[in-house]
């Protein structure tokens, strides 16, 4: 042998291999009967974050992965193990997180003879991944590895499978010559914005608005969409994946566009003469609902084709959006700052206008919440803001009360996980999970359903030992909210469609590292909240399980008349 081979026992060595030379740490899942994987993670010192669900495992790699910007690994099964991850291989390409999902597979000489738990996984997977790929022959292992790896990262980011068949999983990997690496990163300086009709329209706009979604996650380093807004004299916003990469406390933050704006905030919008969309998909929630979508021009820059919409006029630029808004902003520094100035003061009046009206209907919120029983969805959000860190990140189901997150001020100081448009239930409470491996120095709080809890319950419980930390606030209503008020919506009969059942919280986690609370008391939130914070940052798990009213919900989603009245 050589002294550039190397020889692996089996094919998940030489895997594993691969992911430690490319500074994997992590591994989320639930192999198969075969645990080669876990004797392999072992010798190399990687940890495997046990999982119940296969599903859930998908979400906490999804979650690390959006946190972290890195490669996020999930260990599969086959058969049965791919079809139920399925919905998490769904979530994690909308919202484009590199997670490699590596599965077993039946062994070439037993396809189509019946094996166990046979299956064509690449047909069902391709269409949910960036790259789906069966390994054929230990040859190709680590060619197919590196590749797979290549692919997640993107750009544009994004899921991968990989198939381990059982024959080539248990063959000897002999690679010879140097180790395959992953393509060099080319940092390039962005160079100036040559004229053309997305500069024109951005030079000429007077009422503009700059909407942030998603792909800005980890691309906005130094402020550099806050300084080319305050430049541009922009209101800005974001989706609701798009929370978390903009300083909220920035004097022309307005909060989440779309279906969870508050009325000033729509206001605005359908005042404005330009929307600028960075890294953004112009998702549904994004542009209808209650805000309906002004006929203005809207210049959309995004590295991602599939992520330009083809809907709306106006310029549309294939490319980083980081490089973009530091092209235009040296543009506009060029431009007469008097001019700009003078035409955008009153632009300017009207985002201070309609953020100081939102704050005034926060606080008249608050005052009417405190004139009701039980402890509101306000007044929560309220406390945990309250008593929050400075380095929180704040993940997030999409239920029809746990939206209140995404419009009420909470303020994300480490940023916000929620779910895609496909919004699959259990999401953010099993997400949670992964993004504390991925921030372990950050508070991580999920506010979540009671629904989406019981989804993820036996992952919580089994996590809780050795990965805990995470404050879970559950919203109980007995069920699914959305769903009731949409019963509700259509008049029919609450008790043939019992979609809610109000009344005692589910069943606790129990254990020694699990800190459950019952929450009712109004004089008691803060000092509750602050004992479960405390318990969290010693390595524990809390969870306060909140009663909530059927009633209470965002009014921005009254606003809009998804919801009753």
Same mark, same amino acid.
């Given at each position: 042998?050589?002294?550039?081979?190397?020889?692996?026992?089996?094919?998940?060595?030489?895997?594993?291999?691969?992911?430690?030379?490319?500074?994997?740490?992590?591994?989320?899942?639930?192999?198969?009967?075969?645990? &080669?994987?876990?004797?392999?993670?072992?010798?190399?010192?990687?940890?495997?974050?046990?999982? %119940?669900?296969?599903?859930?495992?998908?979400?906490?790699?999804? $979650?690390?992965?959006? !946190?972290?910007?890195?490669?996020?690994?999930?260990?599969?099964?086959?058969?049965?193990?791919?079809?139920?991850?399925?919905?998490?291989?769904? @979530?994690?390409?909308?919202?484009?997180?590199?997670?490699? #999902?590596?599965?077993?597979? #039946?062994?070439?000489?037993?396809?189509?003879?019946?094996?166990?738990?046979?299956? /064509? !996984?690449?047909?069902?997977?391709?269409?949910?991944?960036?790259?789906?790929?069966?390994?054929?022959?230990?040859?190709?292992?680590?060619?197919?590895?590196?590749?797979?790896?290549?692919?997640?990262?993107?750009?544009?980011?994004?899921?991968?499978?990989? @198939?381990?068949?059982?024959?080539?999983?248990?063959?000897?990997?002999?690679?010879?010559?140097?180790?395959?690496?992953?393509?060099?990163?080319?940092?390039? &300086?962005?160079?100036?914005?040559?004229?053309?009709?997305?500069?024109?329209?951005?030079?000429?706009?007077?009422?503009?608005?700059?909407?942030?979604?998603?792909?800005?996650?980890?691309?906005?380093?130094?402020?550099?969409?806050?300084?080319?807004?305050?430049?541009?004299?922009?209101?800005?916003?974001?989706?609701?994946?798009?929370?978390?990469?903009?300083?909220?406390?920035?004097?022309?933050?307005?909060? +989440?566009?779309?279906?969870?704006?508050?009325?000033?905030? %729509? &206001?605005?919008?359908?005042?404005?003469?330009?929307? #600028?969309?960075?890294?953004?998909?112009?998702?549904?929630?994004? +542009?209808?609902?209650?805000?309906?979508?002004?006929?203005?021009?809207?210049?959309?820059?995004?590295?991602?084709?599939?992520?330009?919409?083809? @809907? =709306?006029?106006?310029?549309?630029?294939?490319?980083?959006?980081?490089?973009?808004?530091?092209?235009?902003? *040296?543009?506009?520094?060029?431009?007469?700052?008097?001019?700009?100035?003078?035409?955008?003061?009153?632009?300017? /009046?009207?985002?201070?206008?309609?953020?100081?009206?939102?704050?005034?209907?926060?606080?008249?919120?608050?005052?009417?919440?405190?004139?009701?029983?039980?402890?509101?969805?306000?007044?929560?959000?309220?406390?945990?803001?309250?008593?929050?860190? @400075?380095?929180?990140?704040?993940?997030?189901?999409?239920?029809? !009360?746990?939206?209140?997150?995404?419009?009420?001020? =909470?303020?994300?100081?480490?940023?916000?996980?929620?779910?895609?448009? !496909?919004?699959?239930?259990?999401?953010?409470?099993?997400?949670?999970?992964?993004?504390?491996?991925?921030?372990?120095?950050?508070? +991580?709080?999920?506010?979540?359903? /009671?629904?989406?809890?019981?989804?993820? *319950?036996? /992952?919580?419980?089994?996590?809780?030992?050795?990965?805990?930390? +995470?404050?879970?606030?559950?919203?109980?209503?007995?069920?699914?909210?959305?769903?009731?008020?949409?019963?509700? %919506?259509?008049?029919?009969?609450?008790?043939?469609?019992?979609?809610?059942?109000?009344?005692?919280?589910?069943?606790?986690?129990?254990?020694?590292?699990?800190?459950? *609370?019952?929450?009712?008391?109004?004089?008691?939130?803060?000092?509750?909240?602050?004992?479960?914070?405390?318990?969290?940052?010693? $390595?524990?798990?809390?969870?306060?399980?909140?009663?909530?009213?059927?009633?209470?919900?965002?009014?921005?989603?009254?606003?809009?008349?998804?919801?009753?009245?």
């Amino acid at each position: 042998m050589t002294r550039e081979s190397k020889r692996y026992a089996d094919a998940w060595s030489a895997v594993v291999g691969l992911l430690v030379a490319n500074e994997v740490d992590t591994c989320f899942g639930l192999p198969g009967d075969d645990l &080669e994987l876990l004797r392999a993670l072992d010798a190399a010192g990687l940890d495997l974050v046990p999982c %119940r669900d296969q599903r859930n495992a998908m979400y906490m790699a999804t $979650g690390y992965a959006l !946190q972290s910007g890195r490669l996020a690994v999930c260990a599969l099964g086959k058969g049965p193990a791919v079809t139920h991850a399925a919905t998490g291989l769904l @979530e994690a390409r909308e919202s484009g997180a590199p997670v490699l #999902v590596l599965a077993a597979g #039946v062994a070439e000489r037993r396809r189509g003879s019946g094996g166990f738990q046979e299956l /064509d !996984q690449v047909a069902v997977t391709a269409p949910l991944v960036r790259w789906a790929h069966r390994v054929g022959h230990p040859d190709r292992v680590v060619p197919a590895t590196v590749t797979a790896l290549t692919r997640a990262m993107g750009p544009p980011p994004g899921p991968v499978y990989l @198939e381990i068949p059982d024959d080539v999983r248990t063959a000897e990997v002999l690679v010879t010559g140097p180790q395959p690496t992953l393509p060099e990163t080319l940092v390039v &300086e962005p160079a100036p914005v040559l004229p053309g009709p997305a500069l024109a329209a951005i030079r000429t706009s007077r009422r503009p608005v700059v909407l942030v979604g998603g792909g800005m996650r980890h691309r906005n380093n130094d402020g550099v969409v806050e300084r080319f807004a305050g430049r541009l004299g922009a209101a800005l916003f974001t989706t609701a994946s798009g929370r978390g990469a903009v300083d909220e406390r920035h004097p022309l933050f307005c909060g +989440v566009a779309g279906l969870y704006a508050a009325a000033p905030a %729509r &206001e605005l919008w359908s005042s404005c003469d330009l929307v #600028v969309s960075l890294a953004g998909r112009l998702e549904e929630t994004a +542009v209808e609902g209650g805000t309906p979508w002004p006929p203005v021009p809207v210049v959309q820059v995004n590295v991602d084709p599939g992520g330009l919409s083809a @809907e =709306f006029p106006g310029p549309r630029v294939l490319g980083d959006a980081r490089h973009a808004v530091l092209g235009w902003t *040296r543009a506009l520094d060029q431009d007469g700052e008097a001019e700009r100035t003078a035409a955008t003061g009153e632009w300017a /009046d009207k985002v201070a206008a309609a953020r100081k009206a939102m704050s005034l209907e926060a606080e008249a919120e608050l005052a009417r919440a405190a004139t009701l029983p039980g402890i509101r969805i306000a007044e929560l959000l309220a406390a945990l803001d309250a008593t929050a860190g @400075e380095s929180h990140v704040l993940v997030q189901e999409n239920g029809l !009360q746990d939206m209140w997150s995404y419009g009420f001020p =909470f303020h994300v100081g480490g940023g916000s996980i929620v779910p895609s448009e !496909q919004t699959p239930l259990g999401f953010g409470a099993a997400a949670a999970i992964g993004v504390k491996r991925a921030a372990p120095d950050h508070e +991580v709080t999920a506010f979540i359903g /009671d629904g989406a809890f019981l989804a993820a *319950r036996a /992952d919580i419980a089994v996590t809780a030992p050795a990965h805990g930390g +995470v404050l879970y606030v559950v919203l109980c209503n007995g069920g699914y909210g959305w769903l009731d008020a949409q019963r509700a %919506r259509l008049g029919l009969d609450a008790e043939r469609h019992p979609f809610t059942r109000p009344g005692a919280p589910p069943p606790a986690v129990d254990g020694p590292d699990i800190h459950c *609370r019952v929450l009712r008391d109004k004089a008691a939130l803060t000092e509750e909240i602050r004992a479960a914070r405390r318990f969290c940052s010693q $390595g524990g798990t809390a969870v306060l399980m909140v009663p909530v009213a059927p009633d209470d919900i965002l009014p921005a989603l009254r606003d809009a008349g998804v919801v009753p009245q």
